[in-house]
T-cell receptor
Framework: DTAVSQTPKYLVTQMGNDKSIKCEQNLGHDTMYWYKQDSKKFLKIMFSYNNKELIINETVPNRFSPKSPDKAHLNLHINSLELGDSAVYFC????????????????FGEGSRLTVL | AQKITQTQPGMFVQEKEAVTLDCTYDTSDQSYGLFWYKQPSSGEMIFLIYQGSYDEQNATEGRYSLNFQKARKSANLVISASQLGDSAMYFCAMREGSYTSGTYKYIFGTGTRLKVLA
């Protein structure tokens, strides 16, 4: 069973289109994230949600709208796609840190490669 | 200002030798976590090792060890006995902020591409 799963793995679309990426985690974590990895491999946080509530929005254009229907799901919808949106989008989740126990590392999905033509 | 700095964009190492990947960080938090991830060419992110800010001993996981120097704010990854399969991008990351106040996040460095030579 995949812990954090994203669909689709690949997306090729035209400028101006709207697309969505879905993410689900079965780890029981309260916090989920979206990261963008650009062509230079730089990983930048976009959003984080804790128990369906938006916690972090890192000055992402409002063409990007995350939605969390429940704490196991965090979807990303992108309107009016631009060339610069081409990247790999990673969903991730993390547990609440427990002092003295565990590491609280990020668990990543496999990534969704978006190509905008 | 960069919160996580990895100054080596690329490194080469001979198979079976040890290699150190550098990472320095910047935070004013007292409690934080430091992580290393590996990203092979297939693209997935693989967690390697963790060091908590209060941990007095350096973390080790198999062939990976983390050289934690808190005063210098460095968290270098040491890979011993390199293998061809270690060729990948390596990312240093820091978890900072407060979970209860909702400022909790993980910040990544720019990565180091390691190539292991046969």
């Amino acid at each position: 069973d995949t812990a954090v799963s994203q669909t689709p793995k690949y997306l090729v679309t035209q400028m101006g289109n709207d697309k969505s990426i879905k993410c689900e985690q079965n780890l029981g974590h309260d916090t989920m994230y979206w990261y963008k990895q650009d062509s230079k491999k730089f990983l930048k946080i976009m959003f984080s949600y804790n128990n369906k509530e938006l916690i972090i929005n890192e000055t992402v254009p409002n063409r990007f709208s995350p939605k969390s229907p429940d704490k196991a799901h965090l979807n990303l919808h992108i309107n009016s796609l631009e060339l610069g949106d081409s990247a790999v989008y990673f969903c991730a989740s993390s547990p609440e840190p427990a002092i003295g126990e565990g590491t609280g590392e990020l668990f990543f999905g496999e990534g969704s490669r978006l190509t905008v033509l | 200002a960069q919160k996580i700095t990895q100054t080596q964009p690329g490194m080469f190492v001979q198979e079976k030798e040890a290699v150190t990947l550098d990472c320095t960080y910047d935070t004013s938090d007292q409690s934080y976590g430091l992580f290393w991830y590996k990203q092979p060419s297939s693209g997935e992110m693989i967690f390697l090792i963790y060091q908590g800010s209060y941990d007095e001993q350096n973390a080790t996981e198999g062939r990976y060890s983390l050289n934690f120097q808190k005063a210098r704010k460095s968290a270098n990854l040491v890979i011993s006995a390199s293998q061809l399969g270690d060729s990948a991008m390596y990312f240093c990351a820091m978890r900072e902020g407060s979970y209860t106040s909702g400022t909790y996040k993980y910040i990544f460095g720019t990565g180091t591409r390691l190539k292991v030579l046969a």
